[in-house]
């Protein structure tokens, strides 16, 4: 039993193994009932490096954390443009969502939009009429496993998702489709017309047997897939197909009919034919199919009153192809003719210009494919999950698309501070955090206590979905890793003022005694979405975490009220400190495998009422958060005993095949089983130096928090997508594994964690101008045939140098010496190379 003012021993090794019954490998649980997969896409990636890791096939990979995560459910990914207000959501199957509105936890500015909505399906069908839908509501994934194939175009830096249709007849279709506005140009005013390209071709015949044609149909509907959130068995938040929303209304204008017309070649490559415009009863444009050959675009009614169909016939042969244009609102004629004429491929021409990358953010080359592709092509999803906001102009990152179009500002101020800034893409960071240097100090706090103060940083009204008091650190995380990532002394100049308020702020709140809670923090206020007024020890995590980097951030910059603020940090800290660890001796106890006692992890220091969050949040917005904000370090008992309860605790043995999001959670392959991106206690093996659980989390990050074949993330798996939930703590291990500007004070340490799938001989691994605390930051490494030596070349263009480098030696067996920039130095077990910076 674990009296008052005694700490809980540390957990051995032997009873966290003992707690699984021996379903324990490297300290995490087996996952439980995979599902099924589809057969590997046609389009597999490039080929590069064995994925395994030489001599040690056990250690985590990309393919090892492949098996142990099934395919994802109900994915759906955002296609758009830049800061435009709309983007087209494509579901797993194909199915593309034209849903300008309100869908799920939407904003005012949309408001006008709502129900302006319309859906399209693709049913490869044998009679080109799409079957009618069930005459009930369902779960997608309960009719076809929720599961697809897609990926994107390597041929183009635009976004080209395409999704393959593979037909037992004897024939591969695929669509792909991309956005763009006219012009190519950045948004004015982010209602232009927005338009999706979307290409119907016969990508594979089978050499045995294939119909001389097949016709895709082509189901032209409103929405009629909406969110349900359940939280029963196996279900969080699902889509639900709902088929009497279907039908377009007469009322509504919304009828469809069709005109065909003949064009001739242009000379652009589409060649001519006929196209076909399908119309609403205003005759503005809903979708045009062509230039095609005579008869093999067919318009006409669909299976259901309201429902219209259109039939693509494409014959079997490699390469043939249809082209359809869909805006994403009804359109005059005059300007769809218009992009019309430009054709797929001019319009692709002008995206791939626009989508360029600048020469100056990070590139990563792995033998890992996967974890090349993400890198490769997830930022590009943070502009698209954003507005520019038509109230004022001002560029803001949302939470997600087609549920969460709003701003959350903890989860993707982590966009921010962890994923967008150590990749070099700092001139999008710089836009995006403005908003919030506008809105300073226009709202209120959330909890009683709080004045009206003006260096708090909140969500504004017209884009928030609910205040957080993490929110405010949040906001101070992100500008100040900005301004020590970027060294942009033009947004200092701009922040720094709005930065000391910021800390004003907590200095004068946390100086109100006037509540029920530990004097000396944030008083007691709304932490999360449980809505609950509470002293969360979230909270205080988020809130000193920003605090201490802009505390850092104004040293760098020689600002006179560093030390003030640093001396408050400190106090905050040892209040916070005596106080947790006086809550964690009275709580109630667990028992441990070895019979050990140990407090239940505690999240907030005022009572907090039940309510179906509690359990989850436990983890995801628990204290495990503690380490990474660095109010605790991870060889703390009180932290040891934390993850424990996550990994061998009595949760465990209530863990079932049809667990929930919000079931009691537990850490599976070291992810949280609510949402991956708060697995927190990824920070704390990697403080400690844990490879194979630093390996194990970052792995599963990568297969079960983000999609293999489309890159977007989930907030728990099978449910919410069209988000960067779980980007940013990928990318903080990707990058610390290798490029760690944070485990030591002014040390640079290179290779530390470094996965051995990325140590390879037949493949050089590059990360490329990696921002850093002192710069940014070019590693290449290559293992010489034999293993025994590992070729290292690192450059800095330090803006302020480290005091020492250290080069680890990854634990490649036989591996006897490392030459770093030409100069060969012997290696030493647990031993680091440790140089002057170059």
Not at 41 to 57: N, Y
Not at 351 to 374: F, G, H, K, Q
Not at 656 to 682: D, K
Not at 702 to 722: C, D, K, Q, W
Request: charged share 20%; hydrophobic share 40%; proline share 9%.
């Amino acid at each position: 039993m674990v009296g008052a003012g005694e700490e809980p021993r540390t957990l051995s090794r032997r009873a966290m193994l003992g707690a699984a019954g021996g379903a324990l490998a490297g300290g995490a649980l087996t996952h439980l009932a995979p599902s099924a997969s589809p057969a590997p896409s046609a389009d597999p990636l490039p080929p590069g490096g064995s994925g395994r890791s030489p001599g040690v096939p056990g250690e985590p990979n990309a393919a090892l954390a492949l098996l142990w995560w099934g395919e994802q459910r109900q994915v759906w990914t955002p296609i758009g443009w830049k800061d435009h207000l709309f983007r087209f959501n494509v579901l797993y199957d194909g199915t593309v969502l034209c849903e300008p509105g309100p869908a799920w936890a939407a904003k005012p500015n949309v408001e006008p939009y709502r129900d302006r909505n319309f859906q399209l399906g693709f049913v490869p069908w044998p009679n080109g009429i799409a079957p009618a839908l069930p005459d009930r509501h369902y779960y997608l994934y309960r009719e076809d496993m929720g599961v697809g194939l897609q990926g994107w175009d390597r041929a183009h830096v635009a976004p080209v998702l395409w999704t393959e249709h593979r037909l037992q007849e004897g024939l591969v279709f695929r669509q792909w489709m991309f956005a763009h506005i006219p012009g190519g140009k950045d948004v004015q005013t982010a209602v232009e017309p927005l338009y999706a390209w979307i290409r119907l071709s016969v990508e594979h015949v089978d050499e045995r047997h294939a119909p001389a044609s097949f016709p895709m149909a082509v189901r032209l509907s409103r929405r009629y897939v909406f969110h349900e959130a359940p939280y029963l068995f196996q279900d969080g938040v699902v889509l639900q197909a709902r088929p009497e929303r279907a039908p377009l209304e007469e009322s509504r204008g919304e009828l469809l009919h069709a005109q065909t017309s003949q064009v001739d070649d242009d000379g652009s490559g589409g060649g001519g034919g006929e196209v076909v415009h399908v119309l609403n009863q205003a005759d503005e444009v809903r979708l045009v199919a062509g230039p095609a050959p005579a008869g093999s675009v067919v318009f006409g009614p669909g299976a259901a009153d309201g429902i219209f169909n259109l039939a693509v016939t494409l014959p079997a042969r490699r390469g043939a192809r249809v082209d359809l244009l869909l805006p994403m609102l009804p359109t005059a004629r005059a300007d769809v003719d218009a992009e019309l004429a430009l054709g797929y491929d001019r319009a692709l021409a002008e995206a791939d210009a626009y989508w360029a990358p600048p020469r100056d953010v990070a590139s990563i080359t792995t033998p890992e494919p996967l974890v090349n592709e993400v890198f490769l092509r997830s930022p590009s999803f943070a502009e698209v999950i954003a507005e520019r906001s038509p109230e004022n102009g001002v560029p803001t990152f949302l939470t997600g698309s087609f549920a969460y179009d709003v701003l959350y500002t903890t989860p993707t101020s982590m966009v921010a501070h962890m994923f967008l800034d150590p990749l070099g893409w700092h001139e999008v960071v710089d836009r995006h955090l403005e908003v919030y240097r506008h809105t300073q100090g226009g709202e209120r706090a959330p909890g009683p206590a709080y004045p009206q103060h003006p260096g708090y940083f909140a969500s504004p009204g017209y884009l928030r979905a609910y205040d957080w008091l993490t929110d405010h650190g949040a906001v101070l995380l992100a500008v100040a890793t900005h301004a020590l990532l970027s060294g942009d002394e033009d947004f200092v100049a701009r922040w720094r003022e709005p930065v000391v308020a910021g800390c004003e702020f907590l200095r004068d709140v946390c100086a109100i005694t006037d509540h029920e809670g530990v004097k000396g923090l944030m008083p007691p206020g709304v932490a999360n979405d449980e809505l609950t007024v509470v002293q969360a020890v979230s909270t205080q995590a988020w809130n000193y975490k920003g605090l201490t980097t802009a505390v850092r951030m104004l040293r760098r910059y020689g600002h006179p009220r560093a030390e003030e603020f640093a001396a408050f940090a400190e106090r905050f800290r040892q209040t916070f400190v005596d106080a947790f660890r006086k809550l964690c001796a009275a709580a109630p106890t667990w028992t441990a495998p070895d019979g050990t006692r140990h407090p239940v992890p505690q999240v907030s220091f005022t009572p907090k009422p039940d309510n179906i969050f509690h359990e989850a949040f436990m983890l995801d917005s628990g204290p495990l958060v503690l380490v990474w904000a660095g109010l605790l370090p991870a060889g703390d008992e009180l932290m040891a005993s934390c993850r424990e309860y996550f990994r061998v605790g009595p949760n465990t043995r209530l863990l079932g095949p049809r667990t929930n999001p919000i079931a009691r959670p537990v850490l599976i392959h070291e992810i949280s089983s609510c949402e991956p991106c708060y697995s927190w206690n990824i920070v704390h093996s990697w403080q400690l130096g844990e490879r194979e659980r630093f390996l194990e989390g970052m792995y599963s990050l990568l297969v079960a928090g983000i999609s293999p074949h489309t890159f977007i993330s989930n907030e728990h798996r099978h449910g919410v997508y069209g988000n960067l939930f779980t980007h940013p703590l990928l990318t903080w291990c990707v990058r610390l594994a290798v490029v760690d500007d944070e485990i030591a004070p002014d040390e640079l340490h290179l290779l530390r964690l470094c996965p051995l799938a990325w140590v390879a001989a037949d493949t050089e691994t590059a990360f490329e101008r990696i921002a850093t605390l002192f710069g940014p930051v070019s590693l290449r490494f290559r293992l010489a045939p034999d293993h025994r030596t590992l070729t290292v070349s690192y450059q800095g263009r330090w803006r302020t140098p480290p005091k020492a480098v250290a080069v680890h030696a990854p634990p490649v067996p036989g591996l006897t010496t490392m030459k770093i920039n030409g100069h060969a130095h012997r290696v030493t077990p647990g031993q680091p190379v440790r140089l002057p910076p170059s």
